[in-house]
């Protein structure tokens, strides 16, 4: 075997280790498989159910909006509105936005619920962000809707359903929830950049300094003083660990997709955050708790039975990947010895 033969093969050693024991491409199984399609086909139900929920909060927004004197300066998607036609308009909006939204609750197999739910949300959220304004809440929302615009539109439950239809089921969820990972990775990336590429007269995100000092600057902006205020304010030394678990939660959440055994986890932990910032900072994010309910705290893709700690700590990012390389560069330990009293015949 020659030199490039064994560099070869500790590279696709390499690449197996980082990946993980919880591979993307498993054997199929068709069990599994219609399990989990099962699953994914319930989650997709409750998050109509909880649009619904944000139906009637946006029909009561976009109402107040209407019926205000605010001078509107509409985003595309609701180019057609103007001052004149804003009461009429944000009423149609609303009511069908609701609408859809209880034609997805009972008809979940279907598809033109789903897409009428993501073109009517578009322009909901595009009226609630055309007065001065951005409104990032109900963003990932919007986004997850749009992604299930693009299931398929039969239901995938039972073993009686094909494989190919579990497959595109699955894979739309499997792509949602990898968007939506995308989008803290990337809040990740910019935290851990401004950690290592610091401006002149600022302070590194890496700096025991750089939460206290957001904090502060929050509560001069807003003059409120969130629930957690006096608590924080009393015990600081808890700043900078909280810091560096948000930036390292966010940064490696793309990579918690790829590793079931981490979807509870990643989503309890992105939870925490989104209460914690509401608690501290009075930053409120309502939707995104659910949204982590539903698309990794209850994801169809966790392994059965339930991974151990001892699992979950192999497949945290970075710090697992570390030991498995250096398990993989120290090499294999040599098999224990069995001696003829432990073989039964």
């Known amino acids: 075997m020659s030199a490039l033969d064994v560099?070869?093969?500790?590279?696709?050693?390499?690449?197996?280790?980082?990946?993980?024991?919880a591979r993307l491409r498993r054997p199929y199984r068709a069990d599994a498989h219609a399990d989990?399609?099962?699953?994914?086909?319930?989650?997709?139900?409750?998050?109509?159910?909880?649009?619904?929920?944000y139906a009637f909060a946006t029909l009561r927004r976009v109402y107040v909006l209407g019926t205000s004197d605010l001078q509107i300066s509409p985003l595309w998607p609701v180019f057609w509105i103007d001052q004149g036609n804003l009461a009429p308009a944000t009423a149609l909006l609303g009511l069908g936005l609701t609408a859809a939204s209880v034609a997805a609750v009972a008809w979940p197999g279907r598809r033109w619920p789903r897409v009428a739910v993501a073109l009517l949300g578009v322009m909901c959220v595009a009226l609630v962000n055309s007065f001065?304004?951005?409104?990032?809440?109900?963003?990932?929302?919007?986004?997850?809707?749009?992604?299930f615009a693009g299931l398929p539109g039969t239901s995938p439950r039972g073993p009686a359903s094909s494989r190919g239809l579990r497959q595109r089921y699955l894979t739309v969820f499997f792509a949602t929830q990898c968007l939506v990972a995308l989008f803290y990775t990337l809040s990740g990336g910019f935290k851990a950049f401004h950690g290592i590429y610091?401006?002149?007269?600022?302070?590194?995100?890496?700096?025991a300094d750089a939460l206290p000092l957001l904090v502060v600057q929050r509560w001069l902006e807003t003059g409120e003083t969130p629930l957690l205020a006096q608590f924080f304010l009393d015990h600081l030394w808890i700043a900078w660990p909280a810091h560096l678990f948000v930036i390292y939660v966010e940064l490696f959440a793309l990579v918690a997709v790829f590793r079931p055994e981490l979807h509870r986890v990643w989503g309890?932990?992105?939870?925490?955050?989104?209460?914690?910032?509401?608690?501290?900072?009075?930053?409120?994010?309502?939707?995104?708790?659910?949204?982590?309910?539903?698309?990794?705290?209850?994801?169809?893709f966790q392994p059965k039975p339930a991974p151990s700690i001892a699992q979950i700590l192999r497949?945290?990012?970075?710090?697992?990947?570390?030991?498995?390389?250096?398990?993989?560069?120290?090499?294999?330990?040599?098999?224990?010895?069995?001696?003829?009293?432990?073989?039964?015949?």
Not at 132 to 147: D, K, Q, R, T
Not at 198 to 207: D, L, Q
Request: charged share 10%.
């Open 198 to 207: 610091v401006r002149e007269h600022a302070v590194s995100s890496f700096s």
């Open 132 to 147: 001065g304004s951005i409104n990032h809440s109900s963003h990932v929302w919007l986004w997850v809707a749009i992604c």
């Open 36 to 53: 989990a399609a099962t699953s994914a086909y319930w989650l997709v139900r409750a998050f109509y159910l909880f649009t619904l929920y």
């Open 7 to 21: 560099l070869h093969g500790r590279a696709l050693a390499a690449r197996r280790v980082l990946r993980g024991p």
């Open 315 to 345: 497949q945290l990012p970075g710090f697992g990947d570390a030991w498995a390389v250096l398990r993989m560069i120290i090499g294999p330990g040599q098999p224990r010895q069995v001696s003829r009293r432990q073989i039964r015949p």
């Open 268 to 300: 309890l932990a992105l939870m925490t955050f989104h209460l914690t910032v509401w608690l501290l900072m009075g930053i409120s994010f309502p939707y995104q708790p659910m949204l982590m309910v539903l698309l990794f705290f209850c994801s169809p």
